[in-house]
């Protein structure tokens, strides 16, 4: 069964270094999503992208996040200058077309900001 | 601000019991109701539901929505110590054509034991 994959399953960083979250969505799948979960509490939207370019973001997604998807099957996160506060799992999340809003999970990057 | 709200927030059963999870939305644009279930990391899609009062079921869960009292609930029936996890609610709104967001409750987390 297709699944959404992601890399690195935990990556440590240091405060102010940038960091690049990995996800390679379902391959049929046309839109792409950000999702993190600071521990303890519930999952956030981040952004989601379509056809190449962001349709929504939310408050959280300031200037020092960006996404790409560099290929066809690659979609990255971007974290430019961590912050203690960015300490979270990071999901990455994808669905077929407009139809339908079910979306598939990854199984997270977990980000330790120190 | 939209909401999502799920009841109770921990829930501890013994193995053979039948549960009922709640949730609770106010959301602008909706779409869709989405339960999953998250037990160590990714969320694992359970259910969408869309329309009132249709019933939808897999094995021992099942899963209903009232759009006029804006709840759904999950049902699982003869639990088993592989059904503890954290459960998660999230609905899927509309900011734009074609493209839906989802917005997660805070989780049950049910523990069953044997």
């Known amino acids: 069964e297709p699944e959404v994959t992601q890399t690195p399953s935990h990556q440590v960083t240091q405060m102010g270094q940038e960091v690049i979250l990995r996800c390679v969505p379902i391959s049929n799948h046309l839109y792409f999503y950000w999702y993190r979960q600071i521990l303890g509490q519930k999952v956030e939207f981040l952004v989601s992208?379509?056809?190449?370019?962001?349709?929504?973001k939310s408050e959280i997604f300031d200037d020092q996040f960006s996404v790409e998807r560099p290929d066809g099957s690659n979609f990255t996160l971007k974290i430019r200058s961590t912050k203690l506060e960015d300490s979270a799992m990071y999901f990455c999340?994808?669905?077929?077309?407009?139809?339908?809003?079910?979306?598939?999970f990854g199984p997270g990057t977990r980000l330790t900001v120190t | 601000e939209d909401k999502v709200v799920q009841s109770p927030l921990s829930l501890v059963v013994h193995e053979g019991d039948t549960v009922t999870l709640n949730c609770s939305y106010e959301?602008?644009?909706?779409?869709?109701l989405l339960w999953y279930k998250q037990e160590k990391k990714a969320p694992t899609f359970l259910f969408m539901l869309?329309?009132?009062?249709i019933e939808k079921k897999s094995g021992r869960l099942s899963s209903i929505l009232d759009k006029k009292e804006l709840f759904s609930i999950l049902n699982i029936t003869a639990t088993q110590t592989g059904d503890s996890a954290v459960y998660l609610c999230a609905v899927a709104w509309a900011p734009g054509a074609g493209s839906y967001q989802l917005t997660f409750g805070k989780g049950t987390k049910l523990s069953v034991i044997p």
């Open positions: 992208f379509y056809n190449n370019e962001i349709s929504e």
């Open positions: 999340a994808s669905r077929t077309g407009t139809s339908t809003a079910e979306q598939y």
């Open positions: 959301v602008t644009n909706f779409r869709s």
């Open positions: 869309t329309s009132s009062g």
